[in-house]
């Protein structure tokens, strides 16, 4: 999003906030967070902690719950439509960005979107496009956009932009990580987001996959780092390293071979041409590769946006006309909302 913003600074003020509920959904939500049942989820706890960091450390202004500033908003740009400022997106142009892998479609959140409206019990990003409440939907690829289909988005809704944080996987290459010829293990927070995990189970199963090589373990951020750490400790060879922070694609790019769980870092092996090992479809995966575009989908979000914003129809009536810019966009030194 920020990186989005940056291209926008010419024509819009950004501001930012994190994901939150407005309108007639907001009691449920407060009782959520209140009882913090979402406390190992983006919008409550540490990870919340880290994004308003972020915004204070760039200087960017943060008008959580638009509560802060108060201001009517010209355009809104969300990388979710699970958990959406209502009565904003009601009067508001929106354009949606989707920010990486969407969580499996299991019996759960079959069962969530076939007997209920709220997106939100599935407690993941699994139904991200059923609410269909955004005017714009900007997806990473060609699968993707047939995937959010499915789930509920208005075909006529949808452009492939590619995303920012996926689209030049290729110059991960060049990196400083100082170790390589190893397999990778990126774990997922299943544990932490209520879904089960044998963990004893996939390391030993990781294990049999390295046959001998090297090994280096990589937790997800939202992880109990103490249990992790003790689990690979017992059940993994011994010398296997163990990283509890780092950049974990960087970590990919220097590999032989990926295992992971539940992880949008597989898109990162499949772009490198590594093997990957998954708990979802591999083939599937492949099939929703985000596009790779050397790094320009943020520039063709922000021309979607900067277009969008001037436009007097519908989302729908937008995309059939849409023509992308061919100027490059300014790049300036600010953000987006």
């Not at 299943?190 to 373990?217: L, Y």
């Amino acid at each position: 999003m920020h990186g989005v913003a940056q291209l926008l600074e010419d024509e819009y003020e950004p501001y930012f906030s994190q994901l939150y509920y407005d309108g007639w959904m907001r009691g449920f939500y407060e009782w959520l967070i209140r009882n913090e049942l979402l406390k190992t989820t983006i919008v409550q706890g540490h990870i919340k902690e880290k994004a308003d960091k972020y915004l204070a450390q760039h200087g960017l202004r943060n008008d959580f719950e638009n509560r802060v500033f108060g201001h009517d908003y010209d355009l809104i740009v969300c990388c979710s439509d699970i958990i959406v400022p209502w009565n904003l997106l009601a009067k508001t142009k929106s354009v949606f960005v989707q920010e990486g892998m969407t969580d499996p479609l299991n019996l759960w959140a079959r069962l969530v979107k076939k007997f209920t409206n709220f997106p939100i019990l599935t407690i993941s990003t699994a139904l991200n496009g059923m609410n269909n409440i955004c005017d714009v939907y900007c997806v990473a690829s060609p699968g993707y956009a047939e995937h959010f289909a499915k789930i509920g988005v208005d075909k006529d809704k949808l452009i492939v932009t590619g995303i920012p944080n996926f689209d030049d996987i290729e110059k991960l290459r060049h990196n400083s990580f100082p170790h390589r010829g190893y397999v990778l293990v990126a774990t997922t927070d299943m544990r932490e987001t209520f879904r089960p995990d044998n963990r004893k189970k996939f390391i030993k199963h990781a294990t049999r996959i390295a046959a001998g090589r090297p090994m280096i373990f990589k937790f997800h951020p939202n992880e109990n780092m103490e249990r992790a750490t003790a689990e690979v400790k017992k059940y993994a060879p011994p010398g296997t390293l163990i990283f509890t922070s780092g950049n974990t694609e960087e970590m990919i790019a220097n590999s032989v071979e990926l295992i992971t769980q539940y992880s949008t870092v597989a898109y990162v092996g499949l772009a490198l041409g590594i093997p990957v090992h998954s708990y979802f479809d591999v083939e599937d995966l492949k099939r929703k590769l985000p596009i790779q575009n050397g790094g320009a989908s943020a520039r063709r979000i922000a021309d979607i946006c900067r277009q969008f914003g001037q436009f007097a129809g519908t989302g729908p009536e937008f995309v059939r006309q849409y023509q992308p810019t061919n100027a490059q966009p300014k790049l300036v030194a600010a953000s987006t909302t």
